[in-house]
Structure formats: C-alpha cells, structure tokens
C-alpha cells in the first residue's frame, strides 16, 4: 500500500464511523501524525491533500516544518507530545494548535508566549485518562480545576481535552469519560483516537483523531 493508498482507507474508516454514529461526514478531523518521517516523507501526503499534521517533538518538528509550512502555508501544525516550558517559545512560534496543556505552569507560560506574538491558538487539556503513573497528563479529578484557570483567568482559547488511554484495555470506557469531563467543563472537543483505535473513538465522539502508523507506515 502506498501512502495516499493508506490515507484514503483511514479517510473512509472514518467516514464510516462517522455515519454509523449518526454524525455529520468530516465531523472527526484527521492529524496525520508524522513524528520520525523527514519531509520528503511528508510531501505525498499533503499532495493528497492531507492539511492537519502532528508532530510530538518541538525540536524534530523544527527541522522540517519550517520549510514545509512556507511550501504550504494552509498546513495546519498541532504539537501532540509533551512540552517543556524552556521549549514554549520555540513551538508557539511553530505549532498552530496545542493538545499537550498538563500543568499550571505550562498554562502559564504558553499565556505569556501567546501574548508576546498575539496569537490566540487552539488549546486542548491532556488529560491522564487512565491515571498511569508513567503517562502525561492531569488526573481526571484535576481537569475541571485546571480547565478554569486556562479559560477565566489565563483567557486560553481551551477547546477540548485530549487522552491517550492505557494500551493494554479496551479504549471505549475511557473515551466515554473523557467525553464526559469534557462535556460538564463545556469543551466541544475530544482529541482521541490512534491508528489502533479511531474507529472506536469516532463512535466515541472523537473531533480529531491522531493517526500515524496507518498512514506512514511502521515508524523509523
Ligand atoms: C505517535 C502518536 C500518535 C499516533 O500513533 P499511531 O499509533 O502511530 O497512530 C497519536 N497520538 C500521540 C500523542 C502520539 O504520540
């Protein structure tokens, strides 16, 4: 299978959970996550028309985007992995859209950066939808309190949430409390869902879902 071979049978996979849910076509956004692929990697998809990317390193993501996004100025970067705070200024120069928000701190600084450039972006709350010690994330009794300060006293552009739940069980429990944290803070959007997974967050409720390996292909 060649890549937009691939993209085209995610394309559907979606289109189809999305009908069998009962939901709108093109109501779950595609992020092909590209983390570990060079740009040349990268080109096919967007000359299928793939626009929404994810990356998971500000670093990695800065040797290739850069010139990709001047290649294609309607690219759509969302920063999918976790962030450092000594790292804020360099992706928020970078990243357009925002999934990783965990902490306080973090909030904070992403408010001052996006002050400094006047910008406005898109921002999701990672949460630890599974409470794993070794997983990202703010704990699911924290998200509301943490929510709050992102949206009343920092004025983020807080959107939705986003989770990557436990590997070794079944996805859909988790997916439903996400959606339901999401809905009692009202946040439209749920960014959940991986290639082993989508279909199952579709029918979740899923707005955008990260897809990598099922689209590039086993990663380098
Ligand atoms: C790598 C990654 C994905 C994509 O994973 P696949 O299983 O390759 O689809 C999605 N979300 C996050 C946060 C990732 O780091």
Redesign the pocket.
Known sequence: MTLPDNLASVRAAIGQAEAEAGRPAGSARLIA?S?TFDADAIRPAIAAGQRHF?E?RVQESLEKWPSLKAEHPDVVLHL??PLQTNKVNQAVGLFDVFHTVDREKLARALARAFTARQVNPACYIQVNIGEEPQKAGVAPSETDALAALCRDELNLNLVGLMC?PPAEEPPAPYFALLAKIAARNNLPRLSMG???DYETAVRMGATDI?????IFGARR
């Open positions: 996550v983390k994810g998971n999918i992995g990557i991986m290639s082993g990260r897809v990598g390996s099922a």
